[in-house]
């Protein structure tokens, strides 16, 4: 299976920790879409769209990424890392609209949050990801590709 994980992680670098993680156990390519905005994708059977959580959304360049590069009937997986850890995976909506994409799993965890006024008081979830979230991670992806 080939896969391949799209990533951005601005902040402190946490979805890409996680991201490289996966990537380190399981053969998996990560490509930072800050930096590279195009890449044909047509080869891969299986694509994660990775980022932190910035304002309620997936980072702008992830979106992007996915409306200009993602082909049609792809499967497809979200990674994110996020202060509040929830599910902000909605926001990637407009990044494939038209694509027909299968999302074949969510893998979401805290990150290290030092946003404005939380910086005062020393950040929230300091530490995170952690090794066990990073094991998690790995889990995820290993059971879900596992189920293709
Ligand atoms: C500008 C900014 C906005 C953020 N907005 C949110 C938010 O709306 N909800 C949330 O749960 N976390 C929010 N966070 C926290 C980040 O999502 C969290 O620290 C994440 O782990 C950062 O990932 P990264 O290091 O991969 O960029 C925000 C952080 C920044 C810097």
């Known amino acids: 299976m080939k896969s ?23 053969n998996v390519e990560v490509v930072d879409a800050v930096a590279v905005r195009e890449k044909d994708l047509s080869d891969y059977d299986l694509i994660g769209f990775a980022s932190g959580i910035y ?7 992830v979106i992007d990424f996915a409306a ?13 890392t996020s202060a509040m850890n929830m599910d902000f995976t909605k926001s990637m ?16 965890c805290n990150g290290y949050n030092t946003f404005g006024p939380f910086k005062l008081i ?15 991670a790995v889990e995820f992806y290993k059971n879900m590709i596992e189920k293709l």
Do not use: Y
């Not at 391949?4 to 399981?26: M, Q």
């Not at 909506?93 to 979401?108: P, R």
């Open 55 to 61: 304002g309620a959304k997936f980072h702008r360049a």
């Open 4 to 26: 391949i994980i799209v990533c951005a992680s601005t902040h402190h670098g946490n979805t890409r920790k996680v991201a490289d993680a996966i990537a380190k156990e399981c």
């Open 122 to 136: 020393g950040g929230t979830s300091k530490g995170r990801p952690n090794e066990e979230d990073l094991k998690n």
């Open 68 to 80: 200009k590069n993602l082909p049609n009937d792809k499967k497809i997986f979200f990674l994110s």
């Open 93 to 108: 909506d407009s990044g494939l609209t038209g694509k027909n994409a299968e999302v074949v799993g969510k893998f979401s």
